[in-house]
C-alpha cells in the first residue's frame, strides 16, 4: 500500500482531481475536523464524493476520529502551543483513538489511498503525522503529492 497526502488549498479542482487520477488514488480518506466550510469550495462534504466518484472513480471517506480535536487545533492556531507540542498531543490522541486499528480494518484492501486535509504542505499538518504514525506499524510507502 502507498498512503499519499495533498491539501486541497492552493489547488484548482482540475489540478486536484488530476492528481488523484495521476497516481491511480483508489481511496480518499478525508481527515479535515470541518469539511463542510464554505472555504472547502470543490471539497466540500458531499460535493467531494461526487466528484472523487464521477471523475476519478474514487471512493471517499470522511474519518472525524483522524482529526484533531477542535482544542488542539484552535490552541495551535492561536500559537497557545508550539508545533512541536500540537505533534505530540496529536499523536497522543490517535493513540487513544485506536486510529491504527480503525485503518487497518477500514482501509487495508486499498493500494493506493490519500489522506486529505486543507494544509497546502504537509511539514505542520496532521496528514503526515498521520501518515507517519501508520507507516511505523504497516511500512507503507508515504508519498506527499
Avoid at 493513540?95 to 486529505?116: A, G
Amino acid at each position: 500500500m502507498q498512503i499519499f497526502t495533498m491539501g486541497f488549498t492552493q489547488k484548482s479542482a482540475k489540478d486536484f482531481f488530476n492528481l488523484i487520477r495521476e497516481h491511480h488514488i483508489e481511496m480518499l480518506i478525508d481527515v479535515r475536523l470541518n469539511n463542510q466550510s464554505q472555504l472547502a469550495g470543490f471539497t466540500k462534504g458531499r460535493d467531494i464524493a461526487f466528484f472523487l466518484k464521477e471523475i476519478c472513480n474514487c471512493e471517499y471517506s470522511h474519518e472525524i476520529q483522524f482529526a484533531p480535536t477542535k482544542d488542539i487545533l484552535d490552541r495551535y492556531k492561536k500559537e497557545q502551543i508550539s508545533w512541536e507540542k500540537y505533534e505530540v498531543e496529536y499523536n497522543e490522541l490517535i493513540k487513544r483513538r485506536n486510529v491504527l486499528d480503525i485503518f487497518k480494518t477500514k482501509y487495508l484492501k486499498y493500494d493506493n489511498v490519500l489522506l486529505l486535509c486543507s494544509e497546502p504542505t504537509p511539514e505542520c499538518c496532521h496528514r503526515r503525522l498521520l501518515a507517519e504514525a501508520l507507516n511505523e506499524e504497516l511500512e507503507n510507502r508515504i508519498v506527499h503529492i
